[in-house]
């Protein structure tokens, strides 16, 4: 009964957070289309379970690099709304004290080593972090989060080969929602992605990105055998995204159908189908979760009045944190 | 004092900061027993093993992302970069993802790492293994640039390197690694942005940067002859820059001439010369000028690769005009 209950929080915590995501992502999408946040983000809307899956097979101490579109990562791997919110509006109490902005969140504390703005840019960040982790003699594990489009980046290659010439512990997920920005994958990626790993020794697996058990059960397993120095891995993730490469990219018809997304949104839905299993296996009732939606959507509501109340940083800031040790760059 | 090699120095140096701290790793191609094709690092496998002398394949943006990645978890990677040119390989890992994590985090991750690499034509290396790059480098905001003049320097420089909690890139001119200078037994440090005043005058100032300190000091033996007396300063870190040195030197001797071996345009010589304009303005008795590299990709031919660089020669007819008030104009 114990291994039960600890199952129902682990479901109940995995819908949580996908909710968690899908509402952040909703009152960020408003923000720009009310002209409150400064710049441009990236959805992660229709993707959560690939987050959620693989982040609760982690710990605090295993880490994450993310991407352009990482505020999926970075709720699933423990952050704050306010903090994230805060950083979106470019405001002190921001997670990055408003330097960074939606690209660049970080979270040490939760092990999110942080988004990053170049595709692909953070595959060595992340292999590096598993190699110190070898060299410690730690069994730390680190998920390298990029999508499909990052495929196509040289730098995988190059450190897919070290990783497993030097077996190190770090787990390649490429979320492959079907769009290289404004252009369909199979435009941009000859033959088959999981291939790619397969060609360096590295075992590879394809999951439904949308079925959040999948991905997780495939992760803890993944994540255990990493430990004991079987690493690294590769997971393709199917997954879609609802929105467009970012949210300034309403009129996308002529890259993919409305039909196609209305598809997607009705019949594959992380969340929805989560929530079905959740109801059917008898683990909550359609009123815990409405009321547990409601209490999220009551704590992103109260986040982004937060943030907008929020203090910018003060100007003298501009110069700081150049470097470690000079407190002023430009003093 | 004992005299050893600046190649000496700069193993001395490593092996000494990796005795003092495990962190500490080297990171490169043919760094173990090929101890760099310059054969800098030899030996320093026998003491440290292959677990912290790591030759990687040939993929410098791979294993310059790894290293970010180790530093960012808490290493202390030097990675070596077998010739200077091939920084443009590794621009995004150093300039977009290192110089930036420490700002894009509001100071929350560092990246202290070493980038080791050289500079230096007239080595019959042709356009790719013969470009001096500091400057590039030097532009971006986040990294500290060190430009050891000597094998004493070149200890000093790089013990401070590894200790700094930034990303620190150090060039070595390669056509002194084989050159002797005194250098202590006792461990020493030496601190970034204070320069040298390496020889004392009155009548103008050289600024000379990495092995054309050497071309500064000749250039001033040429002039002690003819009744000209230079003095000749040594900034060691580009970034930071001793800048209250080099203007004290400016007021001193109302004369200035600064020479990089980096291409003239765009360089270390315009940023220094401009700031001595802008500060020093109404101590000059002359317009402060700059001795670069050719603009042009450096020549194969001996014959033609000579001229590209300065010479002590050339420096020290240009001091010449400048004492004897003659109007220089750049041809």
Redesign the interface.
Same mark, same amino acid.
């Given at each position: 009964m114990a291994k039960a209950k600890t199952n129902t929080e682990d479901y109940m915590r995995m819908y949580r957070q996908m909710v968690r995501i899908r509402t952040f992502e909703d009152n960020a999408n408003q923000l720009y289309l009310s002209a409150k946040m400064p710049g441009l983000t990236h959805m992660y809307s229709g993707e959560e379970a690939v987050a959620v899956g693989i982040c609760e097979a982690l710990t605090d101490d295993d880490r994450i690099t993310s991407t352009h579109r990482g505020h999926g990562h970075c709720v699933a791997k423990g952050a704050n709304f306010k903090e994230m919110f805060c950083e979106l509006l470019g405001k002190e109490e921001g997670y990055c004290r408003g330097k960074g902005g939606s690209m660049h969140i970080a979270d040490q504390s939760h092990g999110n080593l942080g988004a990053n703005a170049i595709v692909g840019g953070s595959m060595g960040i992340a292999t590096g972090a598993a190699l110190r982790a070898k060299l410690q003699k730690k069994d730390d594990v680190t998920v390298c989060f990029f999508g499909d489009g990052a495929t196509a980046q040289g730098l995988l290659y190059e450190v897919m080969n070290m990783a497993a010439l030097w077996k190190l512990p770090v787990i390649y997920a490429c979320e492959n929602n079907g769009y290289s920005e404004y252009t369909k994958t199979e435009e941009i990626a000859a033959g088959s992605i999981t291939a790619r790993a397969e060609a360096f020794g590295i075992e590879a697996h394809q999951v439904d990105g949308q079925d959040v058990l999948a991905v997780n059960a495939l992760t803890q397993k993944l994540v255990a055998r990493a430990r004991k120095g079987e690493g690294p891995f590769f997971i393709e993730l199917m997954t879609y995204r609802y929105h467009g490469h970012h949210v300034g990219d309403i009129n996308r018809e002529y890259y993919r159908t409305k039909d196609e997304e209305k598809d997607w949104k009705d019949n594959r839905d992380p969340i929805i189908r989560f929530r079905a299993w959740l109801v059917d296996q008898g683990i909550a009732s359609e009123e815990e979760i409405e009321a547990m939606n409601a209490e999220i959507k009551e704590d992103a509501s109260a986040a982004v009045e937060y943030a907008l109340a929020a203090k910018y940083p003060d100007v003298s800031e501009v110069d700081m944190h150049v470097y470690t040790d000079i407190t002023h760059a430009c003093a | 004092m004992r005299e050893i090699t600046l190649s000496q120095a700069v193993n001395e140096a490593l092996a000494e900061e990796m005795r003092r701290d495990e962190t500490v *790793?080297i990171i490169g191609e043919d760094v173990a027993e090929a101890g760099t094709p310059f054969k800098v690092l030899a030996g320093l496998v026998e003491e440290f093993g292959t677990?912290?002398v790591i030759d990687?394949?040939i993929?410098e &943006?791979? *294993?310059?992302?790894?290293?970010?990645?180790?530093?960012?978890?808490?290493?202390r &990677?030097v990675v070596d970069l077998m010739f200077g040119d091939f920084l443009f390989l590794i621009m995004?890992?150093l300039c977009?993802?290192a110089a930036k994590?420490?700002?894009?985090?509001?100071?929350?991750?560092?990246v202290p790492l070493v980038l080791r690499t050289n500079l230096g034509a007239t080595r019959r290396s042709a356009a790719q293994h013969s470009q001096s790059l500091h400057a590039l480098v030097a532009h971006i &905001?986040?990294l500290?640039v060190a430009m050891p003049s000597s094998a004493y320097e070149a200890k000093g420089l790089m013990k401070t390197a590894i200790r700094?909690?930034?990303p620190v890139v150090i060039f070595e001119d390669k056509l002194m690694y084989q050159e002797k200078a005194p250098v202590p037994e006792e461990e020493f440090l030496i601190p970034f942005g204070e320069a040298n005043v390496k020889r004392e005058g009155t009548d103008i100032t050289l600024i000379g940067t990495s092995s054309m300190v050497q071309v500064c000091e000749k250039a001033a033996e040429i002039l002690a002859k003819e009744g000209i007396s230079a003095e000749v300063v040594d900034p060691r870190t580009i970034v930071?820059l001793d800048e209250a040195t080099l203007l004290a030197s400016a007021r001193k001797t109302s004369r200035v001439i600064v020479v990089d071996e980096g291409h003239q345009s765009y360089g270390v010589t315009a940023e220094i010369a401009s700031r001595i304009n802008e500060k020093a303005f109404y101590h000059l008795d002359a317009p402060v000028l700059r001795m670069g590299a050719l603009d042009v990709p450096v020549p194969f031919s001996p014959a033609l690769e000579d001229i590209t660089v300065p010479t002590p020669e050339g420096v020290a007819e240009k001091a010449r005009m400048l004492v004897a008030g003659e109007m220089i104009h750049a041809a």
């Open positions: - | *790793f677990e912290r990687t394949p993929a &943006p791979g *294993f310059m992302g790894l290293a970010v990645g180790a530093a960012m978890t808490g290493a &990677p995004d890992q977009n993802q994590t420490h700002y894009m985090s509001g100071g929350k991750l560092t &905001p986040g500290k700094d909690n930034n930071p």
